[in-house]
């Protein structure tokens, strides 16, 4: 048996055959086209959100347009630079987008959901004036907590919750708490376009600014005036008519990965009792789809990475610290990682598709369970 990383969830060629075949005819493929509307509009019924989200052409331009309108409403312009309280334990493309709007990352520490830790993340200079925590794995802060921070220390606050499509706090999605969220709709992700990404947010100056970000920063489409400078990150219409397949059936997605996730846990949980491994700890007001399933070895993960391999399981030593990376390696101001430093090399993302048989839950459990069993771990000292 083979298991892949991941299994991108995809619609039949016949389900679009012939709405791609309409765009093809009338020209209309892009530039604020139909079905990228349509795209939009049917985000804004799912979240139920008062401004209608915008679409992009992946999730990284989502995300340096969104910090770069948040830079915009601070009275900031692009050679302006402040710094970012960020966590370390997080994808690059995270920290690239800050560091590529001309932002300082501060590394800070996650906790034991493997999200920014709140209780250690302070705003320790007039500089810091924003905080960007990151929605791993699907896993959220706590939401309220964020809010109270961030005003008590006078932060804008962003999502990168490129790997949170469908994640809740106490049930409500992040724009209801006043935040702006970034969400990946990578091929690897919860709910995909191929490639894609757009932004959820709840205030309109942001929301207005995103649609010009996309096309150029033109707020005069005759003239081509400029006001804020954007690049070009419109999505296609056929990533749109991707989505809008899967986005019909994200109720059976969700659920789908929430009964896998169920089975993960309480065998995982197994483990975790008898002291071989730690989940990510998830708070019980967080809805959480697990985009991969992270587990904290006790030992360094080479061992593991390699004999998941030799029984054809992919697995990914994903995320990463990004205070270690080659670029960012002493070039910006960290915080304790106290955390982050004990736990990276341990974390280990494994495979959850959102179409899983028991057989495959049953091998991936399996060859877990023999590797505990085998001797190969070597326990670190
Ligand atoms: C935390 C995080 N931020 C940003 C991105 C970038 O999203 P995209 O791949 O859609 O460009 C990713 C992608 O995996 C991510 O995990």
Redesign the pocket.
């Known amino acids: 048996m083979q298991i892949n990383i991941v299994r991108p969830f995809m619609p039949d060629l016949a389900e679009l055959q012939e709405d791609f075949a309409q765009c093809l005819k009338s020209g209309m493929v892009t530039n604020n086209s139909p079905h990228v509307r349509r795209l939009e509009e049917k985000l804004q019924e799912y979240y139920g959100c008062p401004i209608r989200p915008s679409v992009n052409c992946?999730?990284?331009l989502a995300?340096y347009h969104l910090i770069q309108a948040w830079k915009h409403k601070l009275g900031c312009g692009p050679h302006d630079s402040f710094e970012v309280l960020v966590p370390s334990f997080?994808?690059s493309?995270?920290i690239n987008a800050l560091v590529t709007n001309n932002l300082k990352p501060v590394f800070c520490d996650v906790d034991a959901g493997l999200v920014l830790d709140l209780d250690k993340a302070v705003a320790d200079s007039p500089n810091v004036r924003m905080i960007m925590p990151?929605g791993a794995y699907g896993n959220l802060v706590d939401l309220e907590k964020l809010g109270a921070l961030a005003r008590a220390q006078n932060l804008a606050v962003l999502l990168?919750n490129?790997?949170a499509f469908g994640s809740k706090f106490k049930g409500k999605f992040p724009w209801a708490f006043g935040f702006s969220e970034m969400i990946?709709f990578?091929a690897t992700k919860v709910f995909n376009s191929m490639e894609g990404?757009g932004n959820v947010v709840n205030d309109a100056e942001i929301a207005d600014y995103l649609l010009r970000l996309r096309d150029f920063g033109q707020f005069e489409k005759s003239r081509g005036d400029v006001d804020i400078p954007g690049l070009n990150s419109k999505m296609t219409e056929v990533c749109a008519l991707v989505g809008l397949r899967n986005l019909e059936k994200i109720k059976r997605i969700l659920s789908l990965r929430a009964g896998n996730a169920a089975r993960y846990r309480e065998f995982f949980g197994g483990l975790e009792s008898r002291g071989l491994l730690r989940q990510m700890r998830v708070a019980p007001e967080v809805t959480c789809p697990y985009l991969y399933f992270p587990i904290i070895l006790n030992e360094e993960a080479t061992e593991f990475v390699r004999h998941m391999g030799a029984k054809n399981i992919a697995v990914r030593r994903y995320y990463t610290a990004n205070h270690d990376l080659k670029f960012y390696r002493g070039r910006y101001r960290q915080q304790d990682l106290g955390f982050t430093n004990a736990v990276k090399d341990n974390v280990v993302a494994l495979p959850i598709h959102t179409v899983m048989s028991d057989a495959e839950m049953d091998y991936l459990f399996e060859s877990v369970e023999e590797y505990f069993e085998s001797g190969k771990r070597k326990v670190e000292s």
């Open positions: 992946n999730g990284e995300l997080t994808f493309g995270t990151v990168d490129a790997p990946s990578h990404g």
